[in-house]
């Protein structure tokens, strides 16, 4: 057991310099365990009436094992605000054990293989819990929610419990505390020069994919030596944030969004593969249709992001995919070259299934040390993370740090102090909330993880516009949780990873006219002689067997 003695915050060595030894333990049992009494958990520092809308004061000094991803914009400082205030007003310090950014998900490997990972395993998204599930080595963390008030309090106010269950494995169980949203965040859509339009007298608001190409033609009518939209986001995949981003429209999944090429056929009642969809024809139809007319870059699907930004920057160009942190630099770009004009983004259209926005409201979190739940301070450690994560004051507090000292609030409406900068509130500022406070952090802050309110104080007011434009479009249903078992896992693997080339491959020869989509059957028949119904076969039939034991 773990001394309770108060001991400062210690950094040790890269998680990667440790020895990997996997554990052959078995996965949890099929029968969901009874949540453990608090009485049963570690009491030391534990507060006893914690509930929802008390602030988390451990009842005496509490120090947690944390496994701390090292971002390099923001590299870790023992004297940050952040840690100074939480050990002063909640009694809490952490054992630090460092990993680079670059090096993270590996480090991550090796400390839960070897058995040496802390307590708390801090930026872990959905999915990426997965692999080490089988080992025994982390925390079923769905046996201790009870405890956590704020999280059984959100998932519940926010509708969020079909979400959690995508989260369940083959014994019910999930293994990761996710970032909870109260709704999904887009960020990512095309940015226009806002002056060619207004020219042309085009919509910024175009009503469909349709309605944007002819927009394209109209600039490409006026301009006819350019390509209008000259795109970038291909490094891994072809258009991988394009497609990710229009592919909910058509009724499909591709790119970023693509996963593990599985797509829940609600009418059917069964997994599809995404690949083979004539959803996914027509996605790949219409892009295919952007090139042929020149209203693409062929270069879209091969050119370096840094080359798509200059082509716009230059005036080459008046459309590509971007964001709201990356429209910035297209800006910046446009200055430096002495380009005139505005760029701003468009609300994504609505496509042929409609006006629909994928994405999830389960983002980064953290997992726990199956470990953790021995120590003498495990009920405080689970009522700590519930306050930091889950509650409106904790998440506050991580995303902007001390009222009065980092910030002033008037009602919903907080100032960054102007000698602070963060996200481009206050250019020019000498500090930054994150790299000279620790707040802003994405161990602390589960990736903006919290209420639309709290989500949008720190956005610029374009930006706000941009996500409110967005909110009409109709979310994107959840499928059903089909979690396989370790062997099944190990079955479909090489499936997966010689499906999703094969399909990338192809999208990109489609898209560029170098294969004809008169080949489209042709196409689905090689899928299918790389194992797709096997694949499915094993897919859907954990979804029933999930569905039977769970439903």
């Not at 049992?29 to 453990?36: K, L």
């Not at 058509?250 to 790119?255: E, I, L, M």
């Not at 094969?502 to 006219?513: K, P, S, W």
Request: proline share 6%; with cysteine.
């Amino acid at each position: 057991m773990r001394t309770t003695k108060k001991r400062p915050l210690a950094l040790a060595a890269t998680a990667a310099t440790l020895a990997l030894a996997l554990t052959a333990c078995s996965g949890g049992s099929d029968e969901a365990a009874e949540t453990p009494e608090a009485s049963e958990l570690g009491q030391v520092g534990a507060m006893e009436d914690y509930d929802v809308g008390t602030t988390f004061v451990a009842t005496e000094p509490v120090s947690f094992g944390l496994m701390y991803r090292d971002h390099p914009n923001y590299p870790l400082k023992n004297d940050w605000d952040i840690l100074t205030k939480l050990e002063e007003n909640q009694k809490v310090t952490f054992d630090i054990q460092t990993a680079p950014l670059s090096d993270w998900q590996q480090a991550q490997s090796i400390a839960i293989g070897a058995g040496n990972a802390p307590d708390i395993i801090s930026v872990t998204y959905p999915g990426q819990e997965v692999p080490f599930v089988a080992g025994g080595a982390i925390l079923p963390v769905s046996d201790y929610v009870e405890h956590m008030p704020n999280f059984q309090d959100k998932v519940e106010k926010w509708g969020l419990e079909a979400d959690i269950d995508r989260l369940r494995q083959e014994d019910g169980k999930y293994y990761l505390l996710p970032g909870l949203r109260e709704s999904v965040r887009p960020s990512y859509s095309y940015a226009v020069r806002k002056d060619v339009w207004e020219q042309l007298g085009l919509s910024l608001e175009p009503e469909t994919f349709e309605d944007f190409a002819a927009d394209l033609a109209k600039v490409k009518a006026a301009y006819p030596t350019t390509f209008p939209l000259s795109d970038r986001w291909s490094a891994n995949g072809p258009l991988e944030a394009t497609l990710n981003v229009a592919a909910p429209n058509f009724g499909t999944a591709a790119g970023w969004g693509y996963g593990e090429g599985t797509w829940w056929d609600e009418d059917a009642g069964e997994f599809v593969y995404t690949g083979a969809m004539d959803e996914y024809r027509d996605l790949v139809e219409y892009y295919h249709g952007l090139v042929a007319d020149g209203l693409m870059d062929p270069e879209s699907l091969t050119q370096e992001d840094d080359q798509a930004i200059q082509k716009m920057a230059s005036g080459q160009t008046f459309a590509q995919l971007t964001n709201d942190q990356e429209i910035l630099k297209v800006r910046t770009a446009m200055t430096e070259v002495g380009t005139p004009g505005e760029v701003v983004m468009i609300r994504v259209p609505a496509g042929p299934a409609g006006d629909i926005q994928a994405g999830t409201r389960l983002v980064s979190g953290v997992m726990l040390a199956a470990s953790a739940a021995e120590e003498d301070d495990f009920l405080a450690m689970l009522q700590f993370l519930d306050w930091l994560y889950y509650s409106d004051e904790g998440l506050e507090f991580a995303k902007w740090g001390v009222e009065g000292e980092t910030y002033t609030k008037d009602g919903d409406t907080r100032t960054l102090n102007p000698e602070i900068d963060q996200n481009g509130l206050n250019p020019g500022a000498p500090k930054a909330l994150n790299v000279d406070f620790g707040y802003h952090n994405g161990v602390w802050m589960l990736e903006h993880g919290s209420s639309d309110e709290l989500d949008r104080s720190m956005l610029r007011p374009e930006v706000v516009e941009f996500v409110e434009a967005m909110s009409d479009k109709e979310l994107a249903p959840v499928p059903p949780p089909a979690p396989l078992d370790e062997l099944e896992r190990e079955q479909v693997s090489l499936w997966q990873t010689g499906l999703r080339d094969h399909v990338l491959q192809n999208t990109a020869a489609f898209i560029l006219g170098q294969r004809p989509l008169t080949e489209w059957d042709a196409y689905v028949t090689e899928l299918e002689g790389k194992n797709l119904q096997q694949y499915l076969d094993v897919v859907n039939g954990a979804q029933q067997r999930y569905e039977e034991k769970n439903g």
